[in-house]
C-alpha cells in the first residue's frame, strides 16, 4: 500500500489549495482516511477526517476553511483548502487507518505568506 500525496505549494494568505492523496494497492478494513500538519517546532495536527460512511471531522482551526471528500473511483483523498492563513504553513500528512494500523504518506509542504 502506498499513498501519495500531493497539491502543495506557497500560496498568499487568503489563497486556496487543494491537496490530494493517491491510494494504490488494495487496504482491508479501511475505517477512515486523515490529514494531518506539521508545522516546525509544533506537534503533529489531525487536520480532518473523513470515514468510509462518509461521517467528516475537521479541527477547531480549519472548520469553515477547509473541505475533505474523497474519490472512490480514483482512490483518491482531497483536502480542499480556502481563506488560507500564514498559521496554515506546515507539511500536510495524509493517511489511512484501519482496524489495525495507520498508512502514510509522504508529506507535502504548504507554505502561506502573509
Known amino acids: 500500500v502506498q499513498l501519495q500525496a500531493s497539491g502543495g505549494g506557497l500560496v498568499q494568505a487568503g489563497g486556496s489549495l487543494r491537496l490530494s492523496c493517491t491510494v494504490s494497492g488494495s487496504i482491508f478494513g479501511l475505517v477512515s482516511n486523515r490529514w494531518y500538519r506539521q508545522a516546525p517546532g509544533k506537534a503533529r495536527e489531525l487536520v480532518a477526517r473523513?470515514?468510509?460512511?462518509?461521517?467528516?471531522y475537521y479541527g477547531d482551526s480549519v472548520k469553515g476553511r477547509f473541505a475533505i471528500s474523497r474519490d472512490v473511483n480514483k482512490n483518491t483523498v482531497y483536502l480542499q483548502m480556502n481563506n488560507l492563513k500564514p498559521e496554515d504553513t506546515a507539511v500536510y500528512y495524509c493517511?489511512?487507518?484501519?482496524?489495525?494500523?495507520?498508512?502514510w504518506g509522504q508529506g507535502t509542504q504548504v507554505t502561506v505568506s502573509s
Open positions: 493517511s489511512a487507518v484501519t482496524i489495525s494500523t495507520e498508512y
Open positions: 473523513i470515514t468510509v460512511s462518509n461521517d467528516i
